[in-house]
């Protein structure tokens, strides 16, 4: 169970607190709600309780697991589609789940291939998104302020080396010959 003052992760917005636990009247029904605060975007968040889990809603991670973290973010590129839209849709999924591990693995694949090659419009606002969400993480983790999670988040992607490329998928479409009508 979850107790205000609680530090905890919800998928697509990041890390905040639980600022109150309260029963509202919604609807005609009478549920708990969780209040969190999203430092990161300055968002109010209400969750019902009995829904906390199904939303991905979970404590934030001890200072042991950022270690962890650092090292997802030095690892390898792992595989992505080669196809822009696939590739977004892909970590799109993986942001959705809320998981650490997920979050640095997009924000290190996004990370390697902006320095090699460039990101579309689309992948650098989720590239933006996601190290907020991580940052804001690591900032309840390593019990840092906002501005020095974001700092110590930007100085490990500048390890990152963009000649350590994204494996890319093959895309079964590449393959297929163009059909053009007879004329």
């Known amino acids: 169970m979850y107790q205000v003052g609680d530090k905890v992760v919800y998928p697509h917005h990041g ?9 509202k009247d919604v ?5 708990t709600y969780l209040t969190i605060q999203i430092l990161h975007n300055d968002m109010t968040v209400m969750v019902p309780v009995e829904n906390a889990d199904r939303t991905g809603l979970r404590r934030v991670v001890d200072e042991r697991v950022v270690d962890e973290v650092v090292a997802v973010l030095h690892g390898h590129p792992t595989t992505m589609p080669k196809n822009w839209s696939r590739r977004y849709k892909h970590n799109r999924e993986k942001l959705k789940t809320g998981d ?3 979050v640095a693995e997009v924000v290190r694949n996004l990370a390697v291939r902006h320095a090699d090659k460039g990101l579309s419009t689309g992948e650098k ?3 933006s998104k996601a190290k907020k969400i991580l940052a804001s993480e690591l900032m309840y983790a390593r019990d840092i302020s906002e501005e020095e999670a974001t700092a110590y ?3 490990l992607l500048d390890d990152v080396d963009p000649s350590a490329e994204c494996m890319v998928e093959p895309d079964p479409l590449d393959d297929l010959e163009q059909v053009v009508p007879a004329s």
């Not at 609807?27 to 549920?31: H, N, S």
């Open 153 to 155: 988040l930007e100085s």
């Open 100 to 102: 650490i591990f997920e």
């Open 125 to 127: 606002q989720m590239f």
């Open 15 to 23: 890390a905040g607190r639980i600022m109150q636990i309260e029963e």
């Open 27 to 31: 609807l005609g029904e009478r549920r």
